[in-house]
């Protein structure tokens, strides 16, 4: 079992990566937190993106490491493996007062997420998100590849196979080893 929280509440949208060392990251959507903090004022946006560490292959998980609060429950996370064999994971965030733009942290084996910072600056101003998430790699430089679906005016969606033009406007790039990302 990969996370011990046994309630019936949200526990989806799931990701897996190897980090250098072997060890098995799983991340996930939860809706944990939100359930707990049913009315509470302010309201609690959106759902948390928590985690488990396999040091065996998936046998067994250490874990419901909770790496952010504040997550849009409705879009899928994407992890990455640096050249120096660390997990990082991009996902759409909720950032006050209601932007949901993306998110990225590094995932320690120790169950800590350092470095959360914004990754993109959309601006997405809705209650509800695209149910798409974005999808992330690094190159073997440390170069982090992004994509994901912007739904900006008069530009097709990165979903749906945009033609080469609309392609470089989508795809953003990091150069700075995830510290930030640019078109």
């Known amino acids: 079992t990969v996370h011990r929280h046994r309630e019936e509440i949200t526990h989806r949208f799931d990701a897996m990566a190897f980090d250098g060392q072997g060890r098995l990251f799983v991340a996930w959507i939860d809706k944990r937190d939100a359930v707990a903090a049913a009315g509470a004022s302010p309201k609690y946006r959106g759902a948390a993106l928590y985690f488990a560490v396999s040091e065996d292959r998936g046998a067994t998980f250490k874990g419901d490491f909770k790496a952010a609060a504040h997550a849009c429950e409705c879009c899928r996370i994407a992890l990455a493996t640096d050249p120096a064999g660390r997990v990082h994971a991009l996902w759409r965030h909720i950032f006050e007062p209601n932007l949901r733009d993306h998110a ?32 992330v790699a690094c190159d073997t430089e440390g170069t982090a590849q992004a994509v994901w679906f912007f739904g900006i005016r008069h530009r097709t969606p990165v979903g749906m196979r945009p033609p080469a033009p609309d392609w470089e406007d989508s795809l953003h790039h990091s150069v700075n080893r995830s510290a930030t990302f640019r078109r």
Not at 110 to 117: E, K, M, P, V, Y
């Open 104 to 135: 990225t942290a590094r995932l320690n084996p120790d169950g800590t997420a350092s470095g959360f910072r914004r990754a993109t600056t959309d601006d997405w101003r809705l209650d509800a998100g695209p149910h798409h998430g974005p999808a």
